[in-house]
């Protein structure tokens, strides 16, 4: 405290002052006025943990010359703070600023003197009129161990001259602080189901009342004193609290009539500094000293609302769109319209689009809601920030826009879409299940169309050998639709019948292609090679065939028109040369000049009849196996080149066995550099014994005799 005795002013100041040593305010120099007093802080900021013996000078204009002893200790901090004082940005009510502080231990891990973890708490002074928050409020920090510390400020709608309408409502007005909520106070307890009592007397009434009023008012006495506590200025080495004093022009009821035109233009607002002390757990005889963190925040009057922060239009499929409104309001009294702008606007090829234009705001109107549009082109997750820019005020609003594209995504069981329908009996019908599963979260539609040229209709009825069921449908989000395939061709053919789907489905990226394939026989034994060509391709197929009950109507037309037998397309198998193939590690043996191929001796299972019209009356009677055997003519067999393995067999119903036929050519000769080798056919019977009737199947063999 310094005071002038003397009648004239004086100047005086702090010279000559060390590192350690600050004086404030106004670094330590002023006028005092005759007999006027001044306090003076001196702070004290050691450099190192140290003791501090020093002198502090102070001289005057009267030519006096002062000597202040200062003494004092530096202590090492049990924890370092990554900033000693945080300043927040202007927030309005209803807004929320978080800054982090990075807390450490200063003692290093391996340290000579190893240290031992060291427990904090940060307690907030006031948090009912400070509104700030400290998350984690306590924890422990490791040597060299750095914990992040996330303060935040967030000043409540409620607070200020006029309340700020709540989010998405722009017409109800926040609710008033629940006290019991606030203090902890617990709810009053239900009432018993007792037996009613008996009517009381007047007096006892009167009493019972007035035992009540009391309680009520005891109670009111003990929330409004716990209130006004909590919400009572800080003392000094708590913070400071400022309100400013001047109000705005044209409200009533807060701050008084403005006393002149400067405090009628300056708005509400209301500064804080607190001051946030840390206690460190130790296990020393003397405790540390807390550490303090300095929090300055600042709270002004919101003018320009808008209803949320942040729109999320969650999924959407790609090639659709969702509109929702952003309400916009100017909450002003009076005053001209505040004019918003959209600076510098919403990405022009984007996603996000403002639909309709920005109003003019006008004081106390209704909310304008400016409609904003989300229309994904792709999948993947989208965000924007749309900045709402208010001149007039100078303030700026950032409201987060996201949005996840989402395609429709059909997922088939089989993954590849290939369906196998196998081998069926002519008249007898198979049907195989396909899975569609919806993965999304929307529900899809689908339809299945033949791709590429239109579908032959290769039964001889007109209808297609492929029916599926349903052929287009919604599949629910999440849910499986199995799609019935059924294969019911009317004649046997030694080609495949084949048939190529596309599964449509709308904006969907991924393109799904079902594949069906299936054959159909006239006799339950059959003879297939996949992997062979037909000697005939499936273009020489007669397209005037007849049903196999009117052969012999057939054979006299051809007789008649004196035309030969169709011909049968046979299983072509063609080996490689010798050079074409590769060569063994070891001797030019015979089975090093071998070649083989297979292929599958099956039999019809018996399927349950196809029940449309076509089916023929009396359907053939299917064994429960067959039988084959392969017959070579006798110059093969003799020459040795051409073999079968196994030569006969039995097949189950349902079943296949493998055939496998072997070309073995003699070793060739040396020819002087010239290649005069010959190709070399052969046919290999297949008799084939089953239901209804035998029948043999010619597998042609092909094969290149080297040099002789």
């Known amino acids: 405290m310094l005071t002038n005795e003397s009648a004239l002013p004086q100047k005086f100041g702090f010279v000559n002052l060390s590192a350690e040593v600050d004086v404030q305010p106004n670094d330590g120099f002023g006028v005092l006025l005759p007999r006027e007093s001044r306090t003076v802080d001196v702070i004290f900021k050691p450099v190192s943990a140290v003791n501090v013996d020093l002198n502090l000078t102070m001289r005057t204009t009267m030519n006096n010359t002062y000597a202040i002893k200062v003494r004092g200790r530096g202590l090492e901090p049990a924890l370092k703070f990554s900033f000693t004082v945080l300043k927040f940005p202007p927030a309005s009510p209803g807004d929320r600023v978080v800054a982090s502080v990075l807390v450490s231990h200063p003692s290093a891990p391996g340290a000579k003197r190893e240290a031992a973890p060291r427990t904090f708490e940060l307690v907030v002074p006031k948090p009912l009129l400070s509104f700030l928050t400290v998350q984690p409020a306590v924890a422990t920090v490791a040597p060299g161990e750095t914990r992040r510390v996330e303060i935040s400020f967030a000043p409540p709608r409620s607070k200020g001259p006029r309340d700020t309408p709540s989010l998405r409502d722009a017409n109800d007005r926040p609710k008033a602080r629940d006290l019991d909520a606030v203090f902890g106070h617990a709810p009053p307890p239900p009432p018993d189901d007792a037996e009613p009592e008996p009517e009381p007397d007047e007096d006892a009434r009167e009493a019972a009342a007035a035992a009540k009023r009391a309680k009520d008012a005891e109670l009111k006495a003990a929330r409004d004193a716990a209130y006004a506590a909590a919400t009572t200025p800080p003392e000094p080495f708590e913070g400071t609290l400022t309100v400013s004093v001047h109000g705005v022009k044209g409200l009533d009821g807060y701050g008084g009539p403005p006393k002149s035109d400067r405090d009628a233009r300056e708005p509400w607002s209301e500064h804080a500094v607190w001051k946030i002390p840390c206690y460190v757990q130790s296990s020393a005889a003397e405790p540390p000293p807390p550490l303090f963190l300095e929090v300055q925040t600042t709270t002004v009057e919101r003018t320009f609302w808008c209803d949320c922060e942040k729109i999320d239009f969650g999924q959407l499929a790609v090639g659709q769109t969702s509109t929702l409104p952003l309400r916009l309001r100017n909450l002003a ?219 012999d109507a057939a054979a006299e037309a051809r007789d008649m028109m004196g035309l030969g037998p169709p011909v049968n397309p046979k299983i072509a198998i063609r080996f490689p040369r010798v050079a074409d193939r590769p060569k063994a590690d070891d001797g030019g043996d015979d089975g090093d000049r071998a070649a083989s191929a297979s292929v599958l001796v099956g039999c019809c299972a018996a399927d349950a009849p196809d029940g449309g019209p076509r089916a023929p009356k009396k359907p053939a009677s299917l064994g429960s196996n067959g039988t084959f055997e392969v017959e070579l003519d006798a110059a093969t067999k003799a020459a040795g080149y051409f073999a079968a393995s196994p030569d006969k067999g039995t097949v189950p119903a349902g079943g296949t066995a493998p055939v496998a036929f072997t070309f073995t050519p003699p070793e060739a000769q040396a020819g002087n550099g010239l290649d005069v080798g010959r190709w070399i056919k052969t046919v290999a019977k297949v008799h084939l014994k089953g239901s209804p009737e035998s029948f043999t199947y010619d597998v042609e063999l092909e094969g290149y005799m080297p040099n002789l």
């Not at 999948?379 to 987060?400: M, N, Q």
């Not at 949005?403 to 290939?418: K, R």
């Not at 339950?524 to 007669?542: I, T």
């Open 333 to 551: 009294a009076d005053g001209p319209p505040l004019e918003v702008k959209a600076v510098p606007g919403l990405n022009g090829v984007g996603p996000f689009m403002m639909v309709n234009a920005l109003r003019p705001l006008r004081p106390r109107a209704p909310p304008h809601s400016a409609l904003l549009q989300f229309a994904p082109t792709a999948r993947g997750v989208r965000s924007e920030h749309l900045e709402l820019v208010c001149p007039a005020l100078g303030r700026t609003v950032r409201v987060a826009l996201r949005g996840e594209g989402v395609s429709p995504t059909l997922e088939l069981d089989p993954p590849d879409g290939f369906v196998d329908m196998g081998h069926v009996f002519v008249g007898c019908a198979r049907t195989k299940e396909l899975l569609l599963h919806n993965t999304s979260v929307f529900p899809l539609s689908f339809c299945l169309t033949p791709l590429g040229e239109p579908v032959p209709r290769e039964n001889r009825d007109a209808s297609a050998p492929f029916v599926c069921v349903p052929s287009e449908a919604t599949v629910a989000p999440g849910a499986t639709l199995a799609v019935k395939i059924k294969f019911r061709p009317d004649h046997g053919r030694v080609w495949a019948y084949y048939q190529k789907l596309r599964v449509e489905v709308p904006n969907e990226d991924k393109r799904h292609v079902l594949t069906v394939l299936g054959r159909c026989h006239d006799h339950q034994m059959y003879v297939v090679a996949d992997d062979r060509p037909l000697s005939l391709g499936a273009a020489f197929e007669d397209p005037f065939g007849l049903p196999a009950e009117l052969d």
